[in-house]
């Protein structure tokens, strides 16, 4: 299984960019990169996927390097409402009957006005 | 579109009481089922997870089960519950575009043992 590892928190102002590493040096080649937000009482909520390179929807940009043994997720001009946890998970389809899928620990994000 | 429904959304029970939790899904066909437990202040762990109808594969040994009686219908259980059974319980359903798999979570069910 590929482990994934994140900072516990951060801390960030209105307005500012955010950028959150997630580690997963042993990633597999069929696993892809996913990235959540979780509110408390919750469920997580999708942000955005990618496999390679750079992938860039409406609300988060997602960098994923040649090696693909990191990912950043690029919030843009966060606000006080993206104050939550984000989980990186890594994962994809085996051939075998377990399911090869990782959460990382979670990082605080905390924007402050 | 498709939704994903838990309940319910909070549970109060005593150790050794059984337990049902059910989770469903609209909008989607032969959808891929997942439940999750997430303790307080902790990351997601991988409880169970059905690829169709009756076919449930478990993570991790404990002191749960899961069925699935229908293709939209995932169901968690226990016959006697333990203290550390508390938690937030997520379900999960999953579509495929090649082998890229994205998973869409549930509102959660908030399971408290006492």
């Known amino acids: 299984l590929a482990k994934t590892t994140q900072p516990i928190s951060m801390d960030s102002y209105e307005g500012q960019e955010v950028n959150i590493t997630c580690s997963h040096n042993n990633i597999a080649t069929n696993d892809y990169i996913t990235w959540y937000q979780q509110f408390p009482s919750q469920g997580p909520r999708f942000i955005i996927q990618?496999?390679?390179t750079k992938v860039t929807n409406e609300v988060a940009s997602l960098f994923i390097p040649a090696d693909r043994k990191s990912s950043t997720l690029s919030l843009p001009r966060v606000s006080l409402s993206d104050t939550a946890v984000y989980y990186c998970l890594v994962g994809g389809i085996s051939s075998g009957s377990a399911r090869q899928l990782t959460f990382g620990s979670g990082t605080q994000l905390t924007v402050l006005p | 579109s498709q939704t994903i429904h838990q309940w319910p959304a909070t549970l109060v029970q005593p150790v050794g009481s059984p337990l049902s939790l059910e989770c469903t899904v609209e909008?989607?066909?032969?959808?891929?089922l997942y439940w999750y437990r997430q303790a307080a202040g902790r990351g997601l762990q991988l409880l169970f997870y059905s690829v169709g109808i009756g076919q449930i594969s478990s993570e991790v040994p404990q002191n749960l089960s899961a069925s699935r009686p229908q293709d939209r219908q995932f169901i968690l259980s226990s016959k006697k519950l333990l203290l550390s059974d508390s938690g937030f319980y997520l379900c999960a359903w999953s579509f495929y575009r090649g082998s890229q798999e994205t998973q869409y979570f549930g509102p959660g069910t908030r399971l408290l043992v006492l």
């Open positions: 990618g496999y390679k």
């Open positions: 909008g989607t066909s032969n959808p891929n």
